[in-house]
């Protein structure tokens, strides 16, 4: 079946450490989105991507990279430098056509800094 | 720039009721798209109901329906009905111009509780 697979699902890492949240999608979407949900908050953008090989920074993009070399592939690092990066994180892309476009969600990644 | 407000963060019903979950938004472009997504405690995000900026009537999805009010700068989404599966957070999102890759950005959200 098409869809968006994130992993791992849950994530552990030392402070100081960074890490990689994986996100492939087997639905020819364009466009690809990493968001970060705090509990109990909203979505909030970290980055995005229209097209292979070129990303755009979202609203909090500081201490997190991307890279986008392949269609399907869009994954997220962590980097040392973020600050508090515990946190619920959610990749999607959107259909490539006009109009709703709605995003399609992959399951998430729950990731803990000891 | 783009703002999307939820001004509930929770909110109480009794089921069968109709409940209205609050949605303002801020844009300059004149072509944006608005989005409803439910998320229940699962964590996934599932998609309700969409409208674009220059359609003429509100968008309906089986329960749910949006009020579009262009002027006021509101995206209010209607559910009918309430059912005890609807207990869920409810995000409301704006895509800034009609490309499928722009960016999209969500508001805080509402915890809707049905209650039996």
């Known amino acids: 079946d098409g869809g968006i697979t994130q992993s791992p699902k849950y994530l552990f890492r030392k402070e100081g450490q960074n890490v990689t949240l994986s996100c492939e999608q087997n639905?020819?979407?364009?466009?690809m989105y990493w968001y970060r949900q705090d509990p109990g908050q909203g979505l909030r953008l970290i980055y995005y991507?229209?097209?292979?090989?070129?990303?755009q920074k979202g609203d909090i993009a500081e201490g997190y990279s991307v890279s986008r070399e392949k269609k399907e592939s869009f994954p997220l690092t962590v980097t040392s430098a973020q600050k508090n990066p515990t946190a619920f994180y959610l990749c999607a892309s959107a259909v490539p056509t006009s109009g709703a476009g709605e995003l399609f969600f992959g399951e998430g990644s729950r990731l803990t800094v000891l | 720039a783009q703002k999307i407000t939820q001004t509930q963060p929770g909110m109480f019903v009794q089921e069968k009721e109709a409940v209205t979950l609050d949605c303002t938004y801020d844009?300059?472009?004149?072509?944006?798209?608005l989005f409803w997504y439910k998320q229940p405690s699962s964590g996934e995000m599932i998609f309700l109901i969409y409208?674009?900026?220059?359609?003429?009537q509100n968008a309906t999805e089986g329960r749910y329906s949006l009020n579009f009010q262009k002027a006021r700068k509101s995206a209010n989404l209607v559910i009918s009905a309430s059912q005890l599966g609807d207990s869920a957070m409810y995000f409301c999102?704006?895509?800034?111009?009609?490309?499928?890759?722009?960016?999209?950005?969500f508001g805080s959200g509402t915890r809707l509780s049905i209650r039996p």
């Open positions: 999102a704006m895509r800034e111009s009609y490309s499928s890759a722009s960016k999209i950005i």
């Open positions: 844009t300059s472009d004149p072509s944006y798209g």
């Open positions: 639905l020819n979407h364009d466009a």
């Open positions: 991507s229209q097209i292979v090989n070129d990303f």
């Open positions: 409208q674009g900026s220059y359609d003429q």
